[in-house]
C-alpha cells in the first residue's frame, strides 16, 4: 500500500528527517503507536517506517515494536480493532485497482462475515470474578483447585463471571469475544454432581436472553488475544477452556499462547480462524495441537483438518507431563513443555 498517501490522508503526522529517521529517503519516522499503547508515549518519533517496503521498528524497542504486517501498524495507530484496521489496509490496497476488486472481494466473503456488528451483552449479574465479594468465593476456590495459586489476576485477565442467578448461576462463565464483541459464552458448572459439566450458548435457544452469535464450536476462546499478541512463538490448539487457560496463563510470558475449540471435530469457520491467525503472526514459530492423553486418534484427525496451515508442527501429548490433558499441568509442566519445544526450534 502506498504508506506515504495513507499517512497523510489520515493526519497522521510523521517527519522525513530527524536524529531518529535514517537517511533513506524511504523512511519517515512517526510517534511509536506501541509505546504509547504501553503508556509510555513516544516523545518524539522513534519509529521508522519504510513507505516502500511497509517494515516498521521503533528504536525504544526494537525487539517488540516491529514488523512488517500494515493490519497490525494501523490497528495501533488509531486504536482500532484487528479487523477494523484490515478494512483500513484493504480500502487503500483496493482504491487503486478500482471498485471492480472490492465487489468481487464482497461477493467471495461469506454472508456470515459481513454482518460484523453483532454481539451479546452480558447480563448485569454475570459478577466479574475478580471483585472482592465474598459471594463470588466458590468460583475463586474452584479456580485455585484446578491450579491457578492467583485466580482474581486470572479472572480479571480472561474476563471470567459468575452469575448470581439466571441459567448459569453456580458457574464459572467464560466469556468468547472476537474483535472485542461478546460472540458467544461457555459456563463450567461449580455443582458437585451436575447434569451438565459444561454447558454453552447456542444461536437456537435463549439462556439468560442471549443467544449465541456463533455457538462454541464456530469460534475460538482466547481469539483477540491470539490474535493481537506480536510476541506469539508457538499456539497450542487445545480442546477445553481449561486446557487452553493452563497453557496461555503461565505461557504467555514465554511467547506460548493456547486456544480451545470446544470440540474434536473443528468447524470450517474455526479453520479459517486459525489461518487468519497463524498468517498474521510474524512471529510464529510452530503451531500444535494438544488433546486429552487418551485421544491419540482424534488428535491426528485434527492435525489433518488444520493440514493447510504452514507452521502446523507434530502433535504433542500431555502424557509426557504425567497428565491425563493440559488441564492438569501446574506452573512448571507448562515451563518444561515451553523448553522443549524452544529445543525442538532451535535442533530443526
Ligand atoms: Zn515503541
Given at each position: 500500500m502506498d504508506w506515504k498517501a495513507f499517512l497523510d490522508k489520515h493526519n497522521v503526522e510523521y517527519v522525513?528527517?530527524?536524529?531518529?529517521?535514517?537517511?533513506?529517503?524511504?523512511e519517515v519516522g512517526i510517534k511509536c503507536p506501541f509505546c504509547e499503547r504501553e503508556g509510555r508515549?513516544?516523545?518524539?518519533?522513534h519509529m521508522n517506517l519504510?513507505?516502500?517496503?511497509g517494515a516498521y521498528i521503533c528504536w525504544r524497542s526494537q525487539q517488540r515494536h516491529r514488523g512488517k504486517n500494515p493490519v497490525r501498524l494501523v490497528a495501533a495507530l488509531f486504536n482500532i480493532n484487528y479487523r477494523k484496521a484490515k478494512d483500513l489496509v484493504d480500502a487503500e490496497s483496493t482504491s487503486i485497482e478500482g471498485s471492480i476488486l472490492g465487489i468481487i472481494k464482497d461477493k467471495l466473503n461469506p454472508k456470515e462475515e459481513q454482518n460484523l456488528t453483532t454481539e451479546i451483552t452480558l447480563p448485569?449479574?454475570?459478577?466479574?470474578?475478580?471483585?472482592?465479594?465474598?459471594?463470588?468465593k466458590p468460583a475463586r476456590s474452584y479456580l485455585k483447585q484446578r491450579g491457578f495459586p492467583t485466580p482474581e489476576q486470572l479472572a480479571k485477565t480472561y474476563d471470567l463471571r459468575m452469575p448470581?442467578?439466571?441459567?448459569?448461576?453456580?458457574h464459572i462463565v467464560v466469556p468468547l469475544y472476537e474483535d472485542g464483541n461478546l460472540v458467544c459464552l461457555q459456563g463450567r458448572s461449580l455443582?458437585?454432581?451436575?447434569?451438565?459439566r459444561y454447558r454453552g450458548l447456542s444461536k437456537r435457544n435463549t439462556l439468560d436472553g442471549m443467544k449465541a452469535v456463533h455457538a462454541t464450536n464456530e469460534t475460538l476462546f482466547n481469539y483477540d488475544a491470539i490474535q493481537n499478541?506480536?510476541?506469539?512463538?508457538w499456539l497450542v490448539i487445545t480442546e477445553g477452556v481449561f486446557d487452553a487457560l493452563k497453557l496461555d496463563w503461565f505461557g504467555r510470558d514465554q511467547g506460548l499462547r493456547s486456544t480451545c475449540v470446544f470440540t474434536k471435530n473443528m468447524s470450517t469457520r474455526q479453520k479459517r480462524m486459525l489461518a487468519q491467525v497463524v498468517e498474521n503472526a510474524?512471529?510464529?514459530?510452530a503451531v500444535y495441537v494438544m488433546l486429552d492423553a487418551n485421544e491419540r486418534t482424534d488428535q491426528q484427525h485434527m492435525v489433518s483438518q488444520l493440514?493447510?496451515?504452514?507452521a502446523m508442527n507434530a502433535p504433542v501429548t500431555p502424557e509426557f507431563f504425567d497428565?491425563?490433558?493440559?488441564?492438569?499441568?501446574d506452573e512448571q509442566d507448562v515451563l518444561d513443555f515451553v523448553d522443549i519445544i524452544e529445543g525442538n526450534v532451535e535442533a530443526a
Open positions: 522525513t528527517y530527524g536524529k531518529n529517521v535514517s537517511s533513506d529517503p524511504n508515549p513516544d516523545p518524539s518519533q519504510n513507505v516502500r517496503t448485569s449479574y454475570y459478577t466479574p470474578i475478580h471483585y472482592k465479594y465474598s459471594r463470588l448470581m442467578k439466571g441459567d448459569f448461576a453456580n455443582a458437585k454432581e451436575p447434569k451438565l499478541d506480536e510476541n506469539m512463538r510474524e512471529n510464529l514459530e493440514s493447510h496451515i504452514p497428565a491425563k490433558d493440559p488441564a492438569e499441568f
